[in-house]
């Protein structure tokens, strides 16, 4: 039998005060890096850690990250290390509705890059 920690809903805090920590470190030991990459560095490290957390305890009697933290995690930022995890630690690759959605958000994030690569060329 599963057992329900308290700490289960404080799940998604604890992964923003570690991208709170991430971001300032990054931004405190390398000055010249602007605050924007920092906090992508920051949220891929973050998912990655997220996804290993998960694969680790899946199985287990301890909690589990819900699926939805870890898509909110790829949705604002974080898909290199959500799919890199997926990929390289084979974690959730066989729940066709979780892949399909990761493969999703990488889509719409990858054509809003291009949009906004071809909004601010010099030869648009």
Not at 54 to 81: F, S, W, Y
Request: aromatic share 10%.
């Amino acid at each position: 039998m599963k057992r329900h920690y308290t700490w289960t809903k404080r799940i998604p805090f604890i992964l923003a005060c570690l991208f709170m920590m991430v971001t300032i470190g990054l931004t405190a030991r390398w000055s010249s890096i602007s605050l924007v990459w920092a906090s992508l560095l920051g949220v891929n490290i973050v998912t990655a850690a997220a996804f290993s957390y998960d694969k680790l305890v899946a199985g287990g009697d301890l909690t589990r990250v819900p699926e939805r933290v870890l898509l909110t995690l790829c949705l604002i930022g974080g898909i290199i290390g959500g799919g890199a995890s997926m990929l390289f630690l084979r974690h959730k690759t066989s729940k066709p509705r979780f892949r399909n959605m990761v493969i999703g958000i990488a889509v719409v994030q990858l054509l809003a890059c291009i949009g906004l690569f071809t909004l601010s060329s010099p030869f648009a």
